[in-house]
């Protein structure tokens, strides 16, 4: 029954996907690229932090051994990075990727929903503010900082239903009362991890644009399946052989998803209010035989 829903939230994702991917393309319009190489992003009316958490993040995560772009320079409106030359994916680079991933959630991190370590701004998934709230518990911070506030506004945006609403609600009541917590300590987390943001370089594959917290590692690995990451299962393999995954996460990755599949029905359409309540349906699923 999970994976049936899983199948048919890909699906789902399919058209949604190139909306984003669209979307993304016009997002790109506020960067251009020098002739000196150097990448600049800018945005007029953009909240004061908004480029100095990207930057945070960032730094976070590459003193964790993950390939990021270098930032030369950031301001309250701007970021200038390094531009990557991207290449094709193949299965090697992935594998370390996958490996490398796994270094960085080890990283650990101050607690569930913590910013990066340094960084007392407000951070974004996005261009969506998102909590830094710490919780002592991972699906308490789950359910109340990442999922509920998304939901909120794809309501109110008329792409989550009244009658997908209760079930997406059970389903965070279950999330938040710490029957999936497994004792595993928080994980320094990319948080916004889809094919976009895993640029392939030949050096191997450097990231972008994080939404940088902690959190569980299974979320990130679940964002990766969500839009289809090239050579995935080679990501998973790398993974597995350096912090080997606890048994049953791939009927988990419902769960997982239901943090950005939150965000995706806030702000691109009714398709993903759809996909967030088969996750839900299969969240609590998962949680009638745990």
């Known amino acids: 029954m999970i994976w049936a829903r899983r199948v048919v939230i890909r699906k789902t994702l399919a058209v949604s996907l190139r909306c984003r991917a669209r979307i993304s393309r016009v997002a790109g319009r506020l960067g251009a690229v020098s002739s000196d190489g ?22 976070w995560l590459a003193r964790a051994g993950m390939p990021v772009p ?54 974004f998934i996005g261009r969506r503010p998102m909590s830094s709230t710490v919780h002592a518990g991972w699906g308490e911070f789950y359910a109340i900082e990442r999922v509920l506030p998304f939901l909120r506004i794809a309501v109110d945006a008329g792409h989550v239903t009244s009658r997908q609403l209760p079930d997406i609600e059970r389903a965070c009541t279950l999330v938040a009362s710490g029957v999936f917590d497994d004792g595993e300590a928080p994980a320094r987390l990319h948080g916004d991890l889809w ?10 594959v450097v990231v972008i644009d994080p939404a940088a917290h902690g959190g569980h590692r299974e979320t990130d690995l679940a964002m990766l399946a969500l839009f289809g990451c090239p050579y995935l299962d080679d990501v998973l393999a790398g993974y597995d052989s350096a912090h080997p995954l606890r048994p049953g996460w791939r009927d988990r990755v419902p769960l997982h998803q239901l943090h ?31």
């Not at 800018?42 to 958490?53: I, L, S």
């Not at 009714?270 to 609590?284: C, D, P």
């Open 38 to 59: 150097v990448f600049r992003k800018h945005g007029p009316g953009a909240h004061r932090d908004f480029y100095r958490a990207e930057a945070a993040g960032l730094a």
């Open 70 to 123: 270098r930032v030369y320079r950031v301001d309250a409106g701007s970021i200038e990075l390094e531009r990557i030359t991207e290449t094709a994916p193949d299965a090697a680079p992935a594998r370390a990727f996958g490996a490398r991933l796994a270094a960085v959630h080890d990283a650990g991190a101050d607690g569930f929903g913590c910013a990066p370590e340094g960084f007392d701004g407000q951070i």
């Open 195 to 204: 094919n976009g943001n895993v640029l392939w370089a030949a050096g191997g």
């Open 260 to 290: 950005p599949l939150a965000v995706h029905a806030a702000g691109y359409g009714s398709g993903y209010g759809r996909a967030l309540h088969r996750a839900a349906l299969a969240t609590l699923d998962i949680g009638e035989r745990t």
